[in-house]
């Protein structure tokens, strides 16, 4: 089966839809190469030292003809031993010469369009079918230098694909390079440590490499094993590891006895065809080469609980001094051996029945997970999305685990999810939450390797990563991490602010305020700009305390974008939110420039009516009040005007008008503490107006519910 690369539909916004080589139920933990730390219950597997070489033999005496010098695994071939040097003559001594300077070795060669594949995959390295055409093709060239260059960009992209960590080490090996060949099993293993078949290859190399007749060969095979087991044993689908080292430890009874007494216990997809296989195990060996220590035990508790011995039939005592009559001894001897064989037959069926409760135990566990096993059609790492069904099918799995299941079973959950659902930003954050309360190392371990490998381009799981190290402490760290990610993925709004937000907690104002600043000058001409002008306004008023830089922050951005709504109420809510006694001219003043401001009329229609409440809730002058009250009558007139003009519609679109109820420019954003209740609903203002004001003879009393209908 092919063993499939990246791109899930919630987030991953990598090209191609070509899958990468692998086996089916692949698990995968890391990324290429060692990596730090990692979460309990599942670690990058320490794999035992390489075995030494069997001895060389030793050379004859015969004259051997010369042999051309082999070549080596960097394509050269190596030079041949120099001569050994002669001793020169005493009286004339050579004069002593500079030894020479070695030359600069050539750059590598690579084979013709390898440039041409190279540089599509990495313009744009998160198209997956340009890599997978890359490795083809290097694949074809049988260019072991390329091919080396090819893999390793590769996997520090898509670390998942077990079938490109078996192709390069093939490579590896048909160039006898048993060292480097080793070397990318070992990354590989490393880097998805779940991955029954990569496991399963890699034993099947060494088992045909090494000389199995010394003892450290069969101490290294044994070794790796243990590893597999160890990182993988725990998998639902790690049944075919387990069956290969049974078989490989056939020539140890009790060493399989000990393979079978931990597989029983592990709820696999084939734990009654172990079941089965134990017993054989048991019926068809001698309990003394099957049992290690437990037989002294066994015999002991059937001791306590001796089986009846048959009657002896009298008479066959023989009187002193007489020999026994024959055939009686024989008699004797039989009874012995089938008092033996009976023996053999209880502690069998006491060792069986030990463990049958295990077994049962076991088969409940495996039915309780069955159904969630059934519901995954594709354990192994792909770029096509994933369906509805199977991603569900993981988050209560998940769930389930969590809640019932043991710490260590929930992690090889996680890892198993995290190679199907590699490009998905849920399942990692859920992992990290989960580990969090566990292991702070894992849950580091996790971050790294999402956002360094997996979700480079994601900035939610990001910005938890930085939170979770500042909130461990590592502020540095944290801001690595933002500073990093904006680098990668610039003109996010949302990274920028959690660097001054950042910055701010932290007491480092200056640096805030520079990064508001630069923001602003960087998207100068783009609405960005205003929206970072308003957020370095409010920090300078609220959390510097001081109004005049807001007010020329503000002020600033206005001259560049006169038109902007949003500018406009937030200078004149941070004007209103200061002494209202002390600062009534600048509030004022801000209500004339938006007035004169090429807004749109409805927008100018609320400023207007904004006004009246300020002078009439604020003011210090009622000469200002009527004057205000004139001005905005003469507003509703020119609206009212305009909106019975036009005979077809609307003069400009439905979606372009700014309404008062509009959250987005006035109606319900920053202005609303400037209400102190809805004036458009509120009768106290129209009864006011209409009866105090009337004996003014004003000729249309001011009616809020005419123009602002309830909401």
């Not at 340009?130 to 694949?139: D, G, I, K, M, R």
């Not at 480097?180 to 880097?191: A, C, D, K, P, W």
């Not at 399942?427 to 790294?448: C, D, M, P």
């Not at 680098?487 to 007491?507: D, F, I, K, N, Y």
Request: a negative charge.
């Amino acid at each position: 089966m092919a063993a499939e690369g990246p791109e899930a539909p919630d987030g991953p916004d990598r090209g191609g839809t070509e899958g990468a080589l692998g086996e089916s139920g692949d698990g995968a933990t890391g990324a290429p190469g060692e990596r730090e730390g990692g979460p309990e219950g599942i670690r990058a597997p320490e794999l035992p030292p390489p075995a030494p070489n069997p001895p060389a033999e030793e050379p004859s005496d015969a004259a051997a003809p010369p042999q051309a010098p082999p070549p080596s695994c960097n394509g050269a071939t190596a030079a041949p031993p120099p001569p050994e040097p002669q001793d020169p003559p005493l009286a004339v001594e050579p004069p002593q010469e500079p030894p020479p300077v070695p030359a600069e070795e050539p750059p590598p060669t690579y084979p013709m369009d390898f440039e041409r594949f190279w540089l599509a995959a990495q313009s744009n390295p998160h198209d997956f079918t340009a890599w997978t055409e890359l490795l083809q093709f290097v694949e074809q060239e049988n260019h072991l230098l390329a091919a080396r260059k090819a893999f390793d960009a590769f996997f520090s992209h898509y670390p998942y694909c077990y079938g490109y960590w078996k192709k390069y080490a093939d490579m590896e090996r048909r160039f006898e390079c048993a060292r480097e060949t080793e070397e990318v099993f070992e990354r590989g293993l490393q880097s998805i440590p779940l991955s029954m078949d990569l496991w399963i290859h890699y034993i099947s190399y060494l088992q045909s490499t090494l000389d199995m007749n010394l003892p450290e060969s069969v101490q290294k095979i044994r070794g790796v094993f243990e590893a597999a087991v160890a990182a993988a044993g725990m998998d639902f689908r790690s049944d075919k590891l387990w069956e290969l080292y049974v078989e490989r430890e056939q020539g140890d009874l009790r060493a399989v006895t000990g393979i079978y007494d931990r597989v029983l216990s592990m709820p696999t997809q084939l734990y009654n065809h172990h079941w089965e296989k134990f017993k054989e195990h048991v019926l068809h060996n001698p309990p003394k080469d099957i049992l290690p220590e437990e037989l002294l035990w066994v015999q002991s508790k059937l001791a306590t609980d001796p089986v009846p011995k048959p009657p002896e039939p009298e008479g066959t005592d023989a009187p002193p001094g007489e020999d026994v009559p024959p055939g009686v001894e024989g008699k004797g001897a039989a009874a012995a051996s089938a008092q033996e064989d009976l023996d053999q037959e209880k502690i069998r069926e006491l060792v069986i029945s030990m463990r049958q409760q295990i077994y049962a135990q076991n088969e409940a566990e495996v039915s309780k997970r069955w159904n969630f096993e059934d519901g995954i059609k594709r354990p192994y790492f792909h770029v096509k999305p994933l369906e509805r069904a199977q991603l569900r099918n993981w988050r209560d799995y998940l769930d389930y685990e969590m809640a019932a299941g043991s710490h260590e079973r929930t992690i090889v959950l996680f890892e198993r999810c995290v190679i199907a659902c590699a490009l998905y930003e849920e399942f990692w954050i859920k992992y990290t939450k989960y580990l969090e309360n566990h292991t702070v190392t894992g849950a580091r371990s996790v971050f790294q390797r999402a956002c360094g490998y997996h979700l480079p381009r994601k900035p939610n799981i990001h910005l938890l990563w930085a939170a979770f190290e500042e909130k461990q402490g590592n502020v540095e760290e944290a801001r690595r991490i933002l500073r990093c990610f904006e680098e990668a993925v610039p003109g996010l709004a949302m990274v920028r602010l959690r660097r001054v937000s950042l910055e701010r907690r932290h007491g480092q104002l200056e640096r805030a305020e520079a990064l508001l600043t630069e923001a602003m000058e960087a998207n100068a001409g783009l609405p960005l700009a205003s929206f970072y002008a308003v957020k370095l306004a409010r920090q300078a008023c609220k959390v510097q305390q001081n109004l005049g830089k807001a007010r020329r922050v503000l002020v600033e951005a206005l001259e560049k974008e006169p038109d902007n709504a949003r500018l406009h109420a937030n200078l004149l809510e941070m004007e209103f939110g200061a002494d209202v006694r002390q600062n009534e001219g600048n509030t004022m003043r801000c209500f004339e420039r938006a007035l004169r401001s090429p807004l749109p009329d409805e927008a100018k229609l609320i400023f207007s009516q904004r006004r009246v409440e300020f002078l009439e809730d604020f003011g210090s002058s009622i000469h200002s009040l009527l004057t205000a009250y004139d001005e905005h009558q003469k507003i509703l007139k020119q609206h009212a005007a305009r909106k019975r003009a036009p005979e077809n519609g609307s003069e400009e679109p439905e979606d372009k008008r700014l309404r008062p109820d509009d959250g987005s420019g006035l109606g319900g954003g920053p202005l609303g503490p400037l209400r102190g209740g809805d004036a458009t609903s509120s009768p106290s203002y129209s009864y006011w107006y209409q009866h105090g004001y009337g004996s003014y003879s004003y000729q249309s009393p001011w009616n809020y519910n005419q123009y602002y209908p309830q909401t």
